[in-house]
């Protein structure tokens, strides 16, 4: 029985990256799949969170294991130093915890028989399925993604400062009929409060309101 588990388990070792779910890399190893996570004190050596990509890239080198990552800059590094990954890819969308879990459950065995069958593949681990990519490739294919969201991000931001920059100009421009009626309204309440401030003045001289 022994034999059997351990024969079902994937060969993979794999590093989980801080910035995914730690608990979906958690629920894995209890599951019985070789993963580790940066900032785990349950393996001797792995690297704190806040390192840098250069240190962890280096701890998997060392450890023989494959980053699982959705980290653009950490992609473009594994590249250049010729690191093995596996690139969780959302296309742009927000990947919750479950849908980490759904993913990562789902196609770990893929990822197994992907980087199995070629030594210098990369692994692409979009929502409904994994695919066979070249590292370069893949970190082409995320610096893209981070530039469209950037553009988005601006456009957004322009477009609510340009909102704003109508309003108050709108607010400066109104027409002088507008603008004396307004005048005439602070007035008038200026006039009233000044009306029943001098009431009360007069009042605390009034002999017939002293005894009230």
């Known amino acids: 029985m022994t034999r059997t588990k351990a024969a079902s388990r994937p060969r993979l070792r794999l590093l989980w990256d801080e910035l995914l779910s730690v608990r979906v890399a958690a629920a894995l190893r209890e ?84 980087l199995g069958a070629d030594g210098d593949v990369c692994v692409r681990a979009l929502r409904t399925k994994s695919e066979a990519i070249e590292s370069g490739e893949a970190a082409r294919l995320a610096g893209q993604r981070f530039k469209s969201l950037q553009r ?37 309440l200026r006039t009233v409060l000044g009306d029943h401030y001098e009431d009360g003045i007069d009042a605390l001289d009034d002999p017939d309101l002293a005894d009230q």
């Not at 296309?91 to 028989?113: A, D, Y």
């Open 31 to 114: 599951l019985g799949f070789n993963v580790s996570w940066i900032g785990t004190d349950r393996d001797v050596g792995v690297p704190a969170k806040g390192s840098t990509d250069a240190q962890v890239i280096e701890y998997a080198r060392r450890t023989n294991q494959v980053i699982v990552t959705s980290n653009h800059d950490m992609m473009l590094l594994c590249d250049e130093a010729k690191q093995r990954f596996v690139w969780i890819d959302p296309r742009s969308r927000k990947l919750t915890t479950e849908k980490q879990v759904l993913l990562c459950f789902s196609q770990i065995r893929h990822w197994e028989e992907i």
């Open 152 to 188: 988005k991000q601006r456009t957004k931001t322009k477009r609510r400062n340009d909102d704003a920059s109508l309003q108050l100009v709108a607010a400066r421009d109104e027409s002088p009929d507008d603008q004396g009626e307004a005048d005439a309204a602070r007035q008038e």
